[in-house]
């Protein structure tokens, strides 16, 4: 099982991403909120992947962080009715650490509005993977570091978007706000400092 890629970016959209390693080229499925972190073509990137296997196919999904990775695999395998495709759908759609709220806290229409996810399915995944948040932990919201990783793990970005949210934002809204004053100011940046981008 490859369970991560580390190599020189080679070109990336919002959901693709091709990486070289030793003369091979590997392309990736990735979300948008992986893509926005990726760096310049002809650097190095690292992406945590999960590779999907079918009978006539094999896909590899990257990710910016192990923890995103991991979850990413826990909706394809553990909810009825999401495949790889979908649950891609969904990690484009919010961060990692607003689609852990979101589940936490029972918050089906936000979940509803993720592509691919009526009302039924937004219920299922709040019953079948509430109980399931706790072993997956806090995660990271951060954006990838120079070398493709992942930037350590911090509640700023929650919290920031908490913020948005109290100010009168949609969820999805402030989540996508605070992530690009993230990855604009970097992994130093203060919750007020993001608030403030966002705002801007």
């Known amino acids: 099982m490859i369970t991560r890629i580390t190599g020189t970016l080679v070109s990336a959209t919002p959901l693709h991403a091709v990486v070289e390693i030793g003369g091979l080229a590997y392309e990736v499925h990735v979300p948008v909120t992986t893509a926005e972190r990726l760096p310049q073509p002809g650097q190095q990137a690292r992406l945590h992947t999960l590779v999907v296997y079918r009978e006539d196919s094999q896909t590899m999904y990257g990710f910016a962080s192990e923890e995103e990775r991991d979850f990413f695999r826990l909706l394809v395998e553990k909810v009825s009715g999401i495949g790889p495709k979908t ?25 509803a509005k993720c592509p691919g996810i009526g009302k039924k399915t937004a219920e299922r995944l709040v019953i079948e993977l509430r109980d399931k948040l706790g072993a997956i932990g806090a995660t990271a919201n951060a954006p990838a570091a120079s070398d493709g990783a992942a930037a350590p793990a911090d509640n700023k970005v929650r919290d920031a978007v908490l913020a948005l949210v109290a100010l009168g934002y949609k969820a999805a809204d402030a989540d996508k706000a605070v992530r690009q004053a993230w990855v604009a100011l970097g992994p130093t940046a203060s919750t007020e400092a993001l608030i403030k981008k966002a705002l801007g």
């Open 87 to 111: 649950a891609l759908s969904i990690f484009s759609k919010l961060s990692l650490a607003t689609l852990q709220g979101a589940i936490a806290s029972g918050d089906v229409a936000l979940l």
